[in-house]
């Protein structure tokens, strides 16, 4: 088992910056993935970025290419996103996640975390 516990959600202005991060427990030795997704209300849970725990490869979503950044920090088990370039359309509760089948689907991660708020005003 792992447990996922995320933190840094808040409210930011338009174009502002905020840093998440995601502290792992458990079995880390079975994580092979790391990665963060997002849900608006009303909307799906979707992803955001990726990272492979042992190697350090980066997958993003088109969305937030080149705005978003994670990374992972393994003698902390940690995992951040960086976000600049707020947009209110990134709005929205983000769940980190760990070891996947299928890092772009929600249903192909098998742990997850509460998740934490994002607020981007205009």
């Known amino acids: 088992q792992v447990q996922l516990v995320e933190s840094g959600g808040g409210l930011v202005q338009a174009g502002g910056s905020l840093r998440l991060s995601c502290a792992a427990s458990?079995?880390?030795?079975?994580?092979?993935?790391m990665g963060w997704f997002r849900q608006a209300p009303g909307k799906e849970r979707e992803f955001v970025a990726a990272?492979?725990?042992?190697?350090?490869?980066?997958f993003y979503a088109d969305s937030v290419k080149g705005r978003f950044t994670i990374s992972r920090e393994k003698v902390k088990n940690t995992v951040y996103l960086q976000m600049n370039s707020l947009k209110p359309e990134d709005t929205a509760v983000y769940y980190c996640a760990a070891d996947a089948k299928i890092i772009t689907l929600a249903t192909g991660w098998n742990y997850w975390g509460k998740g934490t708020l994002v607020t981007v005003s205009s």
């Open positions: 458990g079995s880390i030795f079975s994580i092979n993935f």
């Open positions: 990272i492979s725990w042992s190697g350090g490869n980066t």
